[in-house]
């Protein structure tokens, strides 16, 4: 089998490069610019691509691209910065010398396989997936269960994962791969329904089922038959629900509250947790029978700290999300900026760097996203973002909580306390904004003439500041 190789760039040395590769194992092929390059690759199986000397400025913007790409740079002289610098964009090798420049092609495939010659996709596969944004190898791998898993429409499955770690993404594409796609996807988060109005709002209700059953309704189940129903954080399922949805799964029909008798359903069944099921089975958190119910084929994602350079990739694609909709006309981030979000662990994984890049757009200062505009969290530490803004955000629950409310307030400080600008800065309404502020403790207004609207400490005239309730006072 051969893989694709594009050589891009000019000269002896790109020449060279192609002259280099084994036409037996290598299907050679020239590009003249990145450009060029990004129209020709095929996104289901790019194969190797060497960017020789110039053609390696455009890095980012390839591996943003096309993410399965293997990318080799070859140089006529690179110093150890430089180096550095096109391994954190996300070349697979950065070779010097036409010595070694074989063993490193050949060592860089090695690392990449099964992504680089992973079987290809076909167009519909690959508009699904292009919302899952990576590089990873271990992510490519488990697109590759949903492409499986996809073809058995009755097949329940279970997705494993940190939060924040994209498990709708995951049930999402599963889903719109299936033959049922045509059909509904719903989704249920099992922790935000209050325990008491669970049964109705899973299984449905008759209408004088209960005070205030004025009509009949479906539930979820039923509105999803046909298609699939998405139960996010099934951990968080009442124990007496449990046992009520485990008939379902097992009967495949439903009993609204009240019903003299069962409606049949047709539905596939993917959950998702965040915890360790097998642990709550063992606490008596989970039932036993209901967990070897869904667990028929298990997908586990793995956190943001283990996909490596998805960081900085995922970074960059927020960036421009952010930069778009936010008409910041920002041209990037530094290298600096760079290093300080690979330094990072992220606890909330994709859901935090997402809320990182938007405050790092929002507060940026000069013509690129600096290293000072990386507002980590920080145990009891103030970190400096840009303007002299000092934000104090600590690990833990509420780490999420408070890079929220540090973009309100960072929104609010450039936009000088006025409110609809500032929503307009974060793209939402403006009662968005009231109501986000009084959820998070934060006093909106104007700036009073004369203080710096990017000062932390700046008096916001209390005549228009809003109540806890999101009013004027």
């Not at 000397?53 to 430089?82: F, I, K, M, T, Y």
């Not at 968005?432 to 609207?453: E, N």
């Amino acid at each position: 089998m051969t893989i694709a190789a594009w050589i891009c760039g000019t000269g002896a040395l790109a020449a060279g490069a192609y002259d280099w590769l084994d036409p037996e194992r290598f299907r050679r092929a020239r590009s003249p610019s990145v450009d060029h390059l990004i129209g020709a690759l095929d996104p289901g199986a790019p194969g190797l691509v060497v960017l020789v000397d110039e053609a390696a400025d455009e890095l980012p913007r390839l591996v943003a691209a096309s993410p399965g790409a293997c990318v080799v740079v070859v140089l006529a002289q690179a110093g150890v910065a430089r180096t550095v610098q096109l391994m954190q964009q996300g070349a697979r090798s950065v070779v010097c010398t036409r010595a070694g420049f074989v063993d490193q092609v050949h060592a860089a495939l090695q690392a990449t396989q099964p992504e680089a010659i992973r079987p290809r996709w076909t167009p519909s596969e690959r508009a699904i997936f292009s919302a899952i944004v990576t590089r990873s190898p271990a992510m490519a791998a488990i697109m590759e269960q949903i492409r499986s898993v996809a073809r058995a429409p009755d097949t329940t499955v279970v997705i494993h994962g940190e939060s924040g770690t994209g498990k709708e993404l995951v049930a999402n594409a599963t889903h719109q791969l299936s033959q049922r796609a045509q059909k509904p996807l719903i989704a249920v988060n099992c922790g935000a329904i209050p325990e008491a109005l669970f049964e109705s709002e899973l299984f449905g209700h008759e209408r004088g089922a209960f005070s205030g059953a004025t009509e009949d309704r479906k539930g979820r189940l039923e509105l999803a038959d046909g298609g699939t129903i998405f139960l996010d954080e099934i951990g968080e399922l009442p124990l007496a629900m449990q046992a009520k949805l485990l008939r379902v799964l097992e009967d495949r029909q439903v009993w609204r509250v009240g019903a003299r008798a069962p409606r049949p359903i047709d539905v596939r069944v993917i959950a998702a947790s965040n915890r360790d099921l097998r642990k709550a089975v063992e606490r008596g958190q989970f039932r036993a029978d209901l967990f070897f119910r869904i667990n028929v084929f298990p997908i586990a994602l793995p956190p943001l700290r283990e996909r490596g350079a998805d960081v900085l990739h995922l970074a960059q694609h927020f960036f421009e999300q952010f930069n778009q909709q936010l008409e910041r006309g920002l041209t990037g981030l530094t290298s600096a900026a760079r290093a300080r979000l690979v330094d990072h662990d992220y606890p909330g994984n994709i859901r935090e760097l997402r809320n990182l890049m938007e405050l790092a757009v929002i507060t940026a200062d000069g013509p690129m996203v600096e290293a000072r505009d990386i507002t980590l969290p920080a145990a009891g530490r103030a970190a400096p973002a840009a303007g002299g803004v000092q934000l104090t955000l600590a690990f833990g629950d509420r780490a999420l909580e408070n890079l929220e409310r540090a973009a309100v307030v960072a929104a609010l400080q450039r936009a000088g306390g006025n409110q609809t600008r500032a929503a307009r800065l974060l793209g939402i309404q403006r009662l968005a904004l009231a109501r986000a502020a009084a959820r998070l403790g934060v006093t909106t207004g104007r700036v009073r003439p004369g203080r710096d609207s990017r000062d932390p400490n700046a008096v916001l005239d209390p005549a228009l500041a809003l109540s806890d309730s999101g009013t004027p006072r």
